[in-house]
Nanobody
Framework: QVQLAESGGGLVQPGGSLRLSCAAS????????IGWFRQAPGKEREGVSCISSDGGSTVYADSVKGRFTISRDNANNTVYLQMNSLKPEDTGVYYC??????????????WGPGTQVTVSS
């Protein structure tokens, strides 16, 4: 069964850091681009970052450039999102997704259930 599972979310103070993980089971992430998306209450899902299958290309939303870093460890079938200098507006449910096309639009084939990130003092 093809599954993605996010972990690493939680409550953090403004300026803090979190590292999200996206682990795959039932299939190999080697051949897929991976995207991270987030959805805040009452807002549409937005693309945060994505990485190509070989890790050679990355894309970031303007709102997170310089603060977030996406990486992947194909040997462990896992993709990471390091989030630094977190702001209250980064609050939301974060989803990872796997697909054939690299980009920040939600045009991915497989999605995880999401992990909550809350940035608040």
């Amino acid at each position: 069964q093809v599954q993605l599972a996010e972990s690493g979310g939680g409550l953090v103070q403004p300026g803090g850091s979190l590292r999200l993980s996206c682990a795959a089971s039932g299939f190999s992430l080697d051949y897929y681009a991976i995207g991270w998306f987030r959805q805040a209450p009452g807002k549409e899902r937005e693309g945060v970052s994505c990485i190509s299958s070989d890790g050679g290309s990355t894309v970031y939303a303007d709102s997170v450039k310089g603060r977030f870093t996406i990486s992947r460890d194909n040997a462990n079938n896992t993709v990471y999102l390091q989030m630094n200098s977190l702001k209250p507006e980064d609050t939301g449910v974060y989803y990872c997704a796997a697909g054939d096309v690299l980009g920040l639009l939600p045009e991915y084939d497989y999605w995880g259930p999401g992990t909550q990130v809350t940035v608040s003092s």
